[in-house]
């Protein structure tokens, strides 16, 4: 465990070679069920460059209309697919939150992919964390403070790796500046899990769990 900031926690190897393959398993029946799409920005209807689906009682969608969450997939209208055991198991392992998380969110990211620098406040819930982990290429993750002025910093995000995004750094700025082409040494066969389709090869799935209502205090 790794404190990067005051609540901002890095759990390196989180996921053992067993896990990340199972959860790589259950991640190709969650996209089975809810394709992936492109989300574009508001007003602008600009598209993303990282492609994403969720699964959870709720998603999270970005179009024109504004960023929001939803409890049907936008394209198929159905429901999202349940989160896998694993994720739930996660979260009660790391969150600790009273509260079970409501929406994951899957992204998919391929070679020459980015995240720009934003904050997650898009929940009701601000005293959850939000709890990301990752398969396949490592990341290079940047976060700031909760200004988008604040100083910046990188961390290698790799996969299996579990990042905790809360307290006092709970609305930070974070994005991913690019993924990290792999390791000679880890191009063999089984030295990562195998991502399901549709992730290109070289590619990564980042996982966020969040809480997005506010829970009841005792």
């Known amino acids: 465990m790794i404190e990067l900031a005051p609540g901002l926690i890095h759990h390196p190897g989180y996921l053992d070679a067993e896990a990340q393959a199972a959860l790589a398993a259950d991640l190709a029946a969650v996209l089975r069920d809810a394709p992936p799409f492109t989300p574009t920005m508001p007003r602008t209807d600009k598209p993303f460059s ?9 998603g999270w969608v970005s179009d024109r209309a504004g960023y929001r969450y939803q409890a049907a997939h936008p394209e198929t ?14 979260w009660d392992d790391l969150a600790r939150c009273p509260a079970e998380p409501e929406a994951c969110l ?15 406040r898009d929940e009701a ?6 709890l990301s982990l990752s398969l396949g290429a490592t990341a290079l993750f940047r976060y700031g403070g909760v200004n988008r002025t604040d100083p910046t910093r990188s961390v290698r995000l790799s ?4 990042l905790v995004i809360g ?10 500046d ?3 082409p792999a390791a000679p040494d880890l191009l063999a ?12 090869e070289g590619g990564r799935l980042n996982l966020t769990l969040r809480r997005v209502s506010a829970f009841r205090r005792a």
């Open 167 to 176: 307290g006092p750094s709970r609305l930070i700025f974070h994005g991913v």
């Open 50 to 58: 990282v492609r994403m689906t969720n699964c959870g009682p709720l």
């Open 159 to 162: 996969s299996g790796d579990a």
């Open 125 to 130: 819930e601000l005293a959850a964390p939000v």
């Open 189 to 200: 066969p089984g030295a990562g899990p195998v991502l399901p389709d549709p992730v290109p």
């Open 106 to 120: 899957v992204n998919l990211y391929g070679p020459g992919t980015r995240m720009g620098q934003h904050q997650d």
């Open 178 to 180: 690019r993924i990290l």
């Open 77 to 90: 209208g159905r429901p999202w697919p349940r989160m896998p055991a694993a994720l739930l198991r996660a």
